[in-house]
């Protein structure tokens, strides 16, 4: 299985912050990472796919890079609605894989 | 407009076997590249991809619970059964269905809202 770690665990940051969130994974994945916002007791929502491209609707502040091993979501000027947990997930392998989620809180 | 919703009891006791629909609209599970998938989230836990169903009866499953789990169409053209046999606790989860849209996307687009299910005598 490929591993996928999410770093940090969780963070608290104040609305006008730049956060950056980090995913490692195991061996190299290429391009085949994407991000998922999700709120509490809300489904998950894609916002990022194949690494950095968007989807539909998600607005500009988000934005992913990376390849290989390596990639990170930056949420630039952070807003109140940002307020949530983030996943990794790769689809390298037959065997898609989550990271554990990185929550971000109200400072 | 694609939606998907999950259905299925909310409690099931420890060795039974759970089967949960997934009722979806605004696709085709017939169109090339289209395919149907599950993850689950136990309380308060992370995401955990279980499979996924493809236009074609292609499927991909967790290996961790291959023996257990199979992903399947419904009888309805716009369903997804999923079924889980000899249940634990530590199957509680909330179990959500989502949609895979192209033969090059590798993710899922559109989500259930998900629907919990408690495993406990």
């Known amino acids: 299985d490929i591993q996928m770690t999410q770093s940090p665990s969780s963070l608290s940051a104040s609305v006008g912050d730049r956060v950056t969130i980090t995913c490692r994974a195991s061996?190299?994945?290429?391009?085949?990472l994407n991000w998922y916002q999700q709120k509490p007791g809300t489904a998950p929502k894609l916002l990022i796919y194949?690494?950095?491209s968007f989807q539909s609707g998600v607005p500009s502040r988000f934005s992913g890079s990376g390849f290989g091993t390596d990639f990170s979501l930056t949420i630039s000027n952070l807003h109140p609605e940002d307020f949530a947990t983030y996943y990794c997930?790769?689809?390298?392998?037959?065997?898609?894989?989550f990271g554990q989620g990185t929550k971000v809180e109200i400072k | 407009q694609i939606t998907l919703k999950e259905s299925g009891p909310t409690l099931v006791k420890p060795t039974q076997t759970l089967t949960l629909t997934c009722t979806f609209s605004?696709?085709?599970?017939?169109?090339?590249?289209?395919?149907v998938g599950w993850v689950r989230q136990p309380p308060g836990k992370a995401l955990e991809w279980l499979g996924l169903?493809?236009?074609?009866?292609?499927?991909l499953d967790n290996p961790s619970l291959k023996s257990r789990l199979t992903i399947s169409k419904g009888t309805s053209k716009n369903q997804v059964v999923l079924t889980m046999i000899n249940l634990d606790p530590v199957d509680t989860a909330t179990y959500y269905c989502?949609?895979?849209?192209?033969?090059?996307?590798?993710?899922?687009?559109?989500w259930g809202q998900g629907t919990l299910v408690i495993v406990s005598s």
């Open positions: 997930q790769q689809s390298y392998s037959t065997l898609w894989t």
């Open positions: 194949s690494t950095s």
């Open positions: 061996q190299s994945i290429g391009n085949y």
């Open positions: 169903i493809y236009w074609d009866d292609g499927h």
């Open positions: 605004g696709f085709s599970l017939n169109t090339r590249g289209v395919g």
């Open positions: 989502a949609h895979r849209g192209t033969p090059s996307s590798y993710y899922f687009d559109y």
